[in-house]
């Protein structure tokens, strides 16, 4: 049976046909105690940009170190914000750099954007980063979920989403995500297979092939799992 793949998510996951990105952020604190007590589970972190800390070197020499953990399979959420209260350059310093690691260690970047599309297209447009690139939790309506995926990102619904959005999107650059909310993940599938036109295990399936795809260390750690024969 394939698992429900959950690519963003600040809880852990309890369901055992569940593979969930437990996300952490990095600001004053040290979430390694919290990294060892999840017992191997897959795992993002990065530097938020409403928590951007009082010194970002250190921080980012933080995140370099820990991006070589085992089970770290993703840098994010890291992004952009208008509404945050740290100035724009900052904003955009501390994302190249963390765009950097992540291209250094072949890791995914999540991607939180709030009215800053265009910096971040624009960003990626002079980087050309080859690893991929995911805009989490995405509620934008259908012409900007084209853009961004003809600008080569993956796209990630939570539970608040556009319909033509899910619509649209094309199957092999699709996940979805709990982020923040406790429904469990397997009624936002329900939600989306109806909206597509399609079956949940279809779905699955292609979540998890997406999930695959994402970067080589991502399959070994996969061969462990018990789901499915890769």
């Known amino acids: 049976m394939y698992p429900y793949i959950n690519i963003h998510s600040h809880r852990k996951t309890e369901e055992k046909n569940e593979i969930a990105l437990l996300n952490y952020i990095l600001d004053s604190c040290s979430p390694e105690e919290s990294i060892n007590a999840n017992e191997g589970g897959f795992f993002s972190i990065g530097i938020h940009p409403w928590y951007i800390p009082q010194h970002p070197k250190q921080a980012l020499e933080y995140l370099n170190r820990l991006s070589t953990h085992h089970s770290c399979q993703a840098i994010g959420e890291v992004g952009l914000d ?12 501390i994302y190249i750099q963390q765009l950097k690691i992540a291209s250094k260690q072949h890791l995914p970047l999540i991607i939180h954007c709030v009215k800053a599309w265009n910096e971040i297209i624009a960003i990626h447009s002079a980087y050309h980063p080859e690893i991929p690139c995911i805009i989490h939790g995405f509620r934008g309506k259908p012409q900007l979920a084209e853009s961004l995926v003809n600008a080569g990102f993956y796209l990630s619904f939570g539970f608040h989403f556009n319909e033509e959005s899910i619509k649209i999107c094309p199957s092999h650059r699709l996940f979805l995500e709990t982020d923040e909310d406790l429904r469990p993940i397997s009624e936002l599938y329900e939600a989306v297979s109806n909206i597509r036109q399609c079956s949940v295990n279809e779905l699955k399936i292609q979540c998890f092939d997406n999930l695959r795809n994402l970067n080589k260390k991502l399959q070994v750690s996969l061969k462990g799992r018990t789901f499915v024969e890769l």
């Open 82 to 93: 208008k509404n945050a209260v740290t100035d724009m350059s900052a904003q955009e310093d």
